[in-house]
């Protein structure tokens, strides 16, 4: 990095302390942009790279809700409208206890360039809450996007801000989401989230397409080394939306994912992963992974297991930030790991 982005980098760093994800991920994108800037240089006198690392805007806002005892609660939600330069903001919500400010605008920043990449019209953005849906009834987590959304909307609309689901937002929660929002605007804006079921104006393969991707992605970089999925042992962490269809996806292409996680820890099958065993467990009965060794006798359960640690030919992150650490990846390389295909946002 030169001088000038060193400089650039610092007084972004004083204007965001406290927040080591969102400068994370500047600093990733900074190390990457000199050539650019050196080519261009009308973009450093335009401040191009300062105007792109604030957000447009920041809204926080309190989520008060009530829970089955009748105990009311009170959490804090995020929409980080990052950019809009090629289009409305667009970007997931995350309903997590770790969820803060940093975390939000790490994720919105990374997404205008996600969604710049598509080459289509769409700008970048990201919100969530602190909420955790783990253990919550349908009608309190329904309550609670109720409250979530009764503030958030405001701040919507299909040609301004376009959410989706992130960790822990999937089709319940987008519903009861969507479904606030169209009370509360009196119109059936089907523009303004993505991710709903097909009944009420969802996409075909939506629920699919990250983790579908993603499989065809490690098809093409083992290809590019001469190889082939066809018999390849995988490894793929969490065992959310992503996880799942990468799983599926990459058992289609002939590869056998032999371990996945949750945040309790890490199961292990030999024989391959059951898909619909566990599609039923976390996406029917919502329950911890352990509960897969039920069904699948063979299989082996460890609390708060590393999975990194198992030796693979590929591992897909697909969990969270900043999962994979150094010592990870050394016993990836020492296990003949291949390749890492990211799945989670800068696993």
Same mark, same amino acid.
Request: glycine share 6%; hydrophobic share 40%.
């Given at each position: 990095?030169?001088?000038?982005?060193? %400089?650039?980098?610092?007084? &972004?760093?004083?204007?965001?302390?406290? $927040?080591?994800?969102?400068?994370?991920?500047?600093?990733?994108?900074?190390?990457?942009?000199?050539v650019v800037l050196a080519k261009y240089?009308?973009?450093?006198?335009?401040?191009?790279?300062?105007?792109?690392?604030?957000?447009?805007?920041?809204?926080?806002?309190?989520?008060?809700?009530?829970?089955?005892?009748?105990?009311?609660?009170?959490?804090?939600?995020?929409?980080?409208?990052f950019n809009s330069a090629l289009g409305p903001f667009k970007g997931g919500l995350?309903?997590?206890? %770790?969820?803060?400010?940093? &975390?939000?605008?790490?994720?919105?920043? $990374?997404?205008i360039f996600k969604n710049a990449l598509t080459g289509m019209p769409i700008g970048g953005g990201k919100g969530g809450s602190d909420f955790d849906p783990k253990g919550r009834s349908d009608d309190?987590?329904?309550?609670?996007?109720?409250s979530f959304m009764t503030e958030l909307s405001r701040h919507l609309g299909e040609y301004t801000d376009v959410p989706a689901g992130d960790v822990g937002v999937g089709k319940r929660e987008i519903g009861f989401l969507f479904g606030q929002y169209k009370r509360i605007s009196n119109r059936y804006e089907s523009g303004v989230l993505t991710g709903k079921g097909?009944?009420?104006?969802?996409?075909l393969v939506r629920t699919e397409a990250t983790g579908y991707g993603l499989g065809y992605f490690v098809q093409e970089m083992l290809a590019a080394r001469g190889e082939s999925l066809e018999g390849k042992t995988c490894l793929v962490s969490g065992a959310g939306n992503v996880a799942i269809y990468a799983i599926e996806k990459v058992t289609q292409l002939g590869g056998k994912v032999v371990a996945c996680s949750d945040s309790k820890g890490v199961v292990y099958d030999e024989a391959g992963i059951d898909l619909p065993t566990l599609k039923r467990?976390?996406?029917?009965?919502?329950?911890?992974?352990?509960s897969y060794c039920k069904s699948r006798k063979q299989s082996h359960y460890q609390a708060g297991g590393n999975l990194w640690e198992i030796k693979c030919d590929v591992a897909?992150?697909?969990?969270?930030q900043n999962e994979l650490t150094g010592?990870?990846?050394?016993?990836l390389l020492r296990g003949g790991c291949l390749a890492v295909a990211e799945g989670a946002n800068m696993p």
């Open positions: 990095m030169d001088e000038k982005l060193e %400089s650039t980098l610092w007084n &972004i760093q004083q204007r965001n302390l406290g $927040e080591p994800e969102f400068i994370q991920a500047v600093k990733e994108v900074l190390g990457s942009v000199g240089p009308k973009f450093a006198e335009q401040k191009i790279i300062e105007r792109i690392c604030e957000p447009e805007r920041q809204v926080i806002f309190r989520v008060p809700w009530q829970d089955d005892q009748g105990e009311v609660h009170i959490n804090r939600g995020f929409r980080v409208q995350r309903f997590h206890p %770790s969820v803060n400010l940093s &975390i939000v605008k790490f994720l919105g920043f $990374e997404q309190e987590v329904m309550r609670f996007c109720q097909l009944s009420y104006g969802g996409a467990i976390k996406e029917v009965e919502r329950l911890p992974i352990e897909i992150p697909c969990a969270t010592k990870d990846a050394d016993a």
